[in-house]
């Protein structure tokens, strides 16, 4: 792909004459920071200074590589990633970038939850849907699985659901247009009967979750309804809207304060929990818990114990929030062990498991008796 791209706020301007020494400072503050995370690549902060550094010199490929380099070894922020996203989308009309930058929002919801990204992976998707394979049903899969990521997520899910909502709008506006075009056709009729289900499902199913912003859906929902929609009508509305007033206070408790305090988080859950909401309700938590506090091993710890517990222990389930541990806390020798016998478990390849020990190696444990630990896993790995 090519390099001649303008880094979006803060790209590379023209070098005049005066400025040539600032970009030879760049370029060896550059080969000290490259030489630094060679010979440690668990340098967070180095990786950070060189995508700054790389992003000024305005070279896409280059700073590509650093990117890709870093978030090999490391979670990247939302904000990291909204960066890089930013910087590859005008490419997004060379069909071999969309299939790349496709790949890339797939790695960035892996990372954290984000609600952000799934929002922009959407307007991806509706973009570029005509010239998919997949067409209308490509932005469709993207918010599903987005729901399924974040749609729990109370204080920001409603932009994911509202954006999910207007774009199948946006196809029952066309349907409808179609139809009055051509009102004999009972094609047409058919598609906007079945459109406009669609629609009223997506009412429903967002307004039977606990999020902040329900009550405008309610009344978008009273209006676009055939029928008189009220509150008894709509039971799972009034309980999810009693579930909201509940957990509304700690909702704003956690919005008071950047980051969020992790013990706001607790309170959370532990309410959560003795109220007995479904499970897929307090991972978001977890997952919201650990967005902002990804070096607490504690939690960590309580997250995957929870993952345990409640999905009875289904590797398909903890493996990707032990893959997270691993790429937060590579500290943590505990860590990768039980992420290798849940790989194990599930069946990957021999070279996969492997791949995860020779990784863990590089983890940086302080004590001798940590890497006994991993070296005995290891051997044991060997010998089943």
Known sequence: ?????????????????????????????????????????????????????????????????????????????????????????????????FKEIRNLFEKAVKDYISVGIWCEYAKLAIQKMSSTEEGVEFPRQVFEKGIISCGLHVAKAGDLWNAYREFETAVLNSLQEMQRNDPGDETFKLQVETQFDRVEKLFKRQLSLPLIGMESTFAEYQGFSDAVVTEESLPAYARALKTLKEYEPFEKELAGSYPPPLESYRSYVAR??????????????????????????????????????????????????????????????????????????????????????????????STASQYLELWTAYCDYGRR
């Open 1 to 97: 792909m090519s390099n001649d791209v303008d880094m979006a706020d803060g790209g590379a301007a023209s070098v005049s004459d005066g400025d040539s020494s600032c970009s030879d400072d760049r370029d060896d503050r550059i080969v000290e920071l490259e030489a630094a995370i060679s010979e440690s690549p668990y340098g967070y902060h180095n990786h950070l200074e060189v995508i700054q550094l790389r992003r000024q010199q305005g070279d896409l490929d280059k700073l590509r590589e650093a990117r890709k380099r870093m978030s090999q070894i490391f979670p990247l922020t939302e904000e990291l990633w909204m960066e890089w996203l930013k910087d590859e989308l005008p490419l997004v009309d060379i069909p071999e970038a």
């Open 272 to 365: 959560a929990k003795s109220n007995k909401e479904n499970g897929t309700f307090i991972n978001t938590l977890y997952q919201r818990a650990l967005t902002s506090h990804c070096l607490d091993v504690n939690m960590w710890n309580e997250y995957i114990a929870f993952l345990k517990e409640n999905f009875n222990g289904v590797e398909a389930v903890t493996l990707p929030a032990l893959r997270q541990a691993v790429r937060n806390c590579p500290w943590v020798v505990g860590f990768w062990v039980a992420y290798a016998r849940a790989q194990e478990k599930l069946g990957a390849e021999e070279d996969d498991v492997i791949e995860t020990f020779e990784k863990a190696l590089v983890g940086n444990f």
